[in-house]
């Protein structure tokens, strides 16, 4: 192994008979120097490494192209080329972090990459990634926070192609995406494979692997067409351009929705500038992009899917959060801070009534993080979260402590695990009594089945108008008590629900 990163197979006689240069696989090394003829191929996957449908190849006619599929057919297929032919020769990775191409006689005629890019100090990779992007990263070869240097792989230089979205527009194939769904440029110029409402993801680990319908499709039955169990949703500025099956003019929006909801086939339509296309399974090139305006695609959906059934619809209206059974793909993406309304409220483990009673006036959250810091811990640690409602249940008990150490055990006889749990559950039926100072295996199993359980239960679900209601009417008596300790981190014993 070079100190260039290229991997070496020599005989006894130091003879050269394989090395990794001259056979990549999806990502190129500074020094690196691709011939006419070569390939390189994109992962499957982010977490499969096996071939992927993306690859670049710089043709033995000397012109370097992307391209949307492992065996291209059609020209549709090149979503990316550099307009070399009868030109281009090499491809090369120089030590100053250029990508660029040049003819025989080694003139550069055409730079892949045209930033800049830090050398000195760093490590360098490009990547064609899963997605058929381009991507130069680079690496501090010291990774010492202090010096202000970035910390991991970085990226530079704009992808290519910057926005593959609107790059692919196969004649033969899915497009970007999968079947199905549609392709979305991220802030970070990543693109972002999602599917349309009634649709659902093929592989829930491959965003790109297309969508399938999660319902029964029209019936063709000229009897029964249930047009009245169907609906459409609008989505602007969306189009599948390579499925149309049907085009009529100079049509009005309330025309196209009914042609297509009349027509089993039809399980989008396109309408636009007074034209109205109509398009089947599967969907192909989707995207949605600003490039689109004017445009509104008409997802058909059963009623339900679109309007939502009675029981969705109350329990919307009374504001009980809810998770669907299929996450987003952008969720993967998202942080703790763009989902947990602020600012933070905290309690640790032993808190004074003082402080909760404000919290719980002055906020509605839902649930709050319970934390134990130096010099109340040896080290930060979380007990878990602790919900309002059982922070009211023990307001309303007074489970108080008279000092701040968790030593008055009698002060919580009064609590029992039935006071936070829903008849009818498991660990109702245990009847156990919150214990303070369990030490032994049971906790930890308990406290899983806790976290598994209470997540997703909506018994931990209020109503949050009317305790903050009833907070507000037996506050009073908690008033002469704040001088007293309120001990939440009985809360982590597992007979209560946390997280």
Same mark, same amino acid.
């Given at each position: 192994?070079?100190?260039?990163?290229?991997?070496?197979?020599?005989?006894?006689?130091?003879?050269?008979?394989?090395?990794?240069?001259?056979?990549?696989?999806?990502?190129?090394?500074?020094?690196?120097?691709?011939?006419?003829?070569?390939?390189?191929?994109?992962?499957?996957?982010?977490?499969?490494?096996?071939?992927?449908?993306?690859?670049?190849?710089?043709?033995?006619?000397? /012109?370097?192209?992307?391209?949307?599929?492992? /065996?291209?057919?059609?020209?549709?297929?090149?979503?990316?080329?550099?307009?070399?032919?009868?030109?281009? +020769?090499?491809?090369?990775?120089?030590?100053?972090?250029?990508?660029?191409?040049?003819?025989?006689?080694?003139?550069?005629?055409?730079?892949?990459?045209?930033?800049?890019?830090?050398?000195?100090?760093?490590?360098?990779?490009?990547?064609?990634?899963?997605?058929?992007?381009?991507?130069?990263?680079?690496?501090?070869?010291?990774?010492?926070?202090?010096?202000?240097?970035?910390?991991?792989?970085?990226?530079?230089?704009?992808?290519?192609?910057?926005?593959?979205?609107?790059?692919?527009?196969?004649?033969?194939?899915?497009?970007?995406?999968? +079947?199905?769904?549609?392709?979305?440029?991220?802030?970070?110029?990543?693109?972002?494979?999602?599917?349309?409402?009634?649709?659902?993801?093929?592989?829930?680990?491959?965003?790109?692997?297309?969508?399938?319908?999660?319902?029964?499709?029209?019936?063709?039955?000229?009897?029964?067409?249930?047009?009245?169990?169907?609906?459409?949703?609008?989505?602007?500025?969306? /189009?599948?351009?390579?499925?149309?099956?049907?085009?009529?003019?100079?049509?009005?929006?309330?025309?196209?929705?009914?042609?297509?909801?009349?027509?089993?086939?039809?399980?989008?339509?396109? +309408?636009?500038?007074?034209?109205?296309?109509?398009?089947?399974?599967?969907?192909?090139?989707?995207?949605?992009?600003?490039?689109?305006?004017?445009?509104? =695609?008409?997802?058909?959906?059963?009623?339900?899917?679109?309007?939502?059934?009675?029981?969705?619809?109350?329990?919307?209206?009374?504001? +009980?959060?809810?998770?669907?059974?299929?996450?987003?793909?952008?969720?993967?993406?998202?942080?703790?801070?763009?989902?947990?309304?602020?600012?933070?409220?905290?309690?640790?483990?032993?808190?004074?009534?003082?402080?909760?009673?404000?919290?719980?006036?002055?906020?509605?959250?839902?649930?709050?993080?319970?934390?134990?810091?130096?010099?109340?811990? *040896?080290?930060?640690?979380?007990?878990?979260?602790?919900?309002?409602?059982?922070?009211?249940?023990?307001?309303?008990?007074?489970?108080?402590?008279?000092?701040?150490?968790?030593?008055?055990?009698?002060?919580? *006889?009064?609590?029992? =695990?039935?006071?936070?749990?829903?008849?009818?559950?498991? *660990?109702?039926?245990?009847?156990?009594?919150?214990?303070?100072?369990?030490?032994?295996?049971?906790?930890?199993?308990?406290?899983?089945?806790?976290?598994?359980?209470?997540?997703?239960?909506?018994?931990?679900?209020?109503?949050?108008?009317?305790?903050?209601?009833?907070?507000?009417?037996?506050?009073?008596?908690?008033?002469?008590?704040?001088?007293?300790?309120?001990?939440?981190?009985?809360?982590?014993?597992?007979?209560?629900?946390?997280?």
């Amino acid at each position: 192994m070079l100190d260039t990163g290229n991997f070496i197979l020599s005989s006894a006689s130091h003879v050269k008979l394989w090395d990794s240069f001259s056979q990549p696989t999806d990502t190129i090394l500074p020094t690196q120097r691709l011939d006419l003829g070569t390939k390189v191929n994109a992962r499957y996957s982010k977490m499969n490494c096996s071939a992927g449908r993306f690859h670049f190849m710089l043709g033995d006619d000397g /012109n370097l192209a992307f391209y949307a599929t492992s /065996n291209p057919y059609d020209a549709s297929d090149t979503y990316w080329r550099s307009n070399t032919v009868g030109s281009g +020769f090499q491809l090369i990775f120089n030590q100053s972090g250029q990508v660029y191409l040049t003819a025989r006689n080694g003139t550069v005629i055409n730079r892949i990459t045209t930033e800049p890019v830090p050398s000195s100090g760093y490590y360098q990779r490009a990547i064609l990634e899963y997605d058929g992007v381009f991507r130069q990263y680079i690496h501090p070869k010291t990774t010492n926070s202090s010096s202000g240097q970035l910390i991991g792989w970085s990226r530079v230089s704009a992808p290519v192609p910057q926005n593959l979205c609107m790059s692919i527009a196969q004649q033969i194939g899915s497009g970007a995406c999968g +079947f199905n769904s549609y392709c979305t440029l991220g802030d970070d110029l990543r693109p972002r494979c999602q599917c349309p409402p009634g649709y659902t993801l093929l592989d829930s680990t491959n965003e790109m692997n297309g969508c399938i319908q999660d319902f029964a499709p029209q019936n063709c039955n000229g009897s029964r067409r249930e047009t009245d169990q169907f609906d459409l949703c609008e989505m602007p500025n969306t /189009n599948w351009p390579e499925s149309d099956y049907e085009r009529s003019t100079a049509q009005t929006e309330d025309w196209c929705r009914e042609a297509c909801l009349a027509d089993c086939f039809c399980a989008v339509a396109i +309408f636009g500038d007074g034209i109205c296309w109509k398009k089947k399974i599967p969907l192909s090139n989707g995207r949605k992009d600003s490039s689109e305006a004017g445009t509104k =695609a008409l997802i058909k959906t059963v009623a339900d899917a679109f309007n939502g059934n009675i029981y969705d619809l109350i329990r919307k209206a009374k504001g +009980f959060p809810y998770l669907e059974t299929h996450a987003e793909p952008y969720m993967r993406q998202l942080t703790v801070g763009e989902v947990v309304s602020g600012p933070l409220q905290l309690f640790h483990g032993i808190e004074k009534v003082a402080n909760v009673v404000p919290v719980l006036r002055t906020t509605r959250h839902n649930g709050f993080p319970v934390i134990d810091e130096p010099p109340h811990s *040896e080290s930060p640690f979380l007990y878990g979260l602790i919900i309002r409602a059982h922070l009211m249940e023990l307001l309303k008990k007074k489970a108080f402590l008279s000092d701040p150490v968790p030593t008055d055990i009698d002060a919580f *006889e009064q609590i029992s =695990a039935e006071d936070f749990m829903k008849r009818g559950s498991v *660990e109702h039926c245990r009847k156990r009594r919150v214990v303070i100072y369990l030490q032994d295996e049971c906790i930890n199993r308990k406290f899983w089945l806790a976290l598994s359980r209470w997540c997703g239960n909506t018994s931990a679900v209020t109503d949050m108008p009317k305790l903050q209601r009833t907070l507000d009417s037996k506050i009073k008596d908690v008033q002469k008590t704040v001088d007293s300790y309120l001990l939440c981190s009985i809360l982590y014993t597992g007979t209560l629900p946390l997280l």
